[in-house]
């Protein structure tokens, strides 16, 4: 991917940073989609997914700027690496947040049906998650881990790869990606966002409905597919797609503004040797 330009020098702690400011972007912008009942109730719990996304988009960053660091031969820029080397290095990142994002993900989806039931099971997140390593040990905490991976694994890397492609796609001729105007970030993270959950959707419905499972329900994925698959057929693969896009292009969008802006100015704040 030769881009335009000179490349900032490639910081997987600079990264780590600036995507924990771009999860909390993603959220600013994504978690009104989710909470519409009011002016005053957009924002409601926000809390809870600014703690748990933070950390998670932090690790995403940083397993990202590691992943292109890995594979650079020359100097430490990014400007020599090509679609699937920007490909690989996404997919690094989502291996990498994967051991974060398999339990809070896992807990998420028992507090959600929780609601439609009219037993309380759980009083937060933190309870939940004592009653499943009570129950269950580690192996309830991270059920469907597998699932999250062959999620995250590609959807990352096509995450990735979409944002930087489309980066230096609408980069003017003799500018630098850096320069790139703040339309155009938000587009290309919002496009980003939009092929990312277009690559996740199935599995992640595989996950979720493996996860909220009792224990020895499913034998396995393919188990889960079967049945979704008898009961619904191909379309119930894409169950919550619209919902789902809806929200990825602004909250995406976002991300990838909030990450630009971080980076840009921790290179300010400590430029590259």
């Known amino acids: 991917m030769a881009q335009k330009g000179k490349a900032e020098a490639v910081s997987p702690v600079k990264n780590f940073f600036a995507g924990g400011a771009g999860g909390i972007c993603l ?3 994504g978690q009104p989609l989710d909470t ?3 002016l005053r109730g957009l924002y409601k719990g926000l809390g809870a997914p600014l703690t748990g996304v933070t950390p998670i988009m932090a690790v995403t960053f940083f397993g990202f700027g590691l992943g292109k660091k890995l594979q650079l031969k020359g100097p430490d820029y990014d400007d020599q690496l090509t679609p699937p080397q920007v490909f690989m290095a996404g997919m690094l990142a989502g291996l990498l947040s994967t051991a974060i994002l398999a339990p809070v993900e896992r807990i998420k989806c028992l507090l959600q049906v929780q609601v439609h039931s009219p037993v309380l099971k759980y009083t937060g997140s933190l309870d939940c998650a004592q009653q499943l390593y009570t129950e269950h040990g580690i192996r309830g905490v991270y059920k469907g881990t597998l699932l999250t ?3 995250d694994v590609p959807a990352t890397g096509m995450y990735f790869m979409t ?7 609408l980069t003017p001729e003799g500018k630098s990606v850096s320069d790139l105007s703040v339309p155009r970030i938000l587009l290309a993270g919002g496009l980003a966002g939009v092929c990312n959950w277009a690559v996740a959707i199935p599995v992640d419905v595989l996950k979720s409905r493996f996860q909220i499972a009792p224990e020895g329900r499913y034998s396995g994925f393919l188990d889960v597919l079967r049945e979704v698959l008898r009961e619904e057929g191909p379309r119930g693969l ?3 797609f619209t919902a789902a896009m809806l929200r990825a292009f602004p909250a995406n969008a976002a991300c990838f503004f909030g990450f630009e802006v971080s ?11």
Do not use: Q, S
Request: charged share 20%; net charge positive.
């Open 27 to 29: 959220i600013l912008a």
């Open 36 to 38: 519409i009942k009011g």
């Open 149 to 151: 991976l062959m999620r």
């Open 163 to 169: 944002y930087e492609w489309l980066k230096n796609v």
């Open 238 to 240: 894409y169950k919550g």
């Open 263 to 273: 980076l840009t100015f921790l290179n300010w704040l400590i430029p590259a040797k």
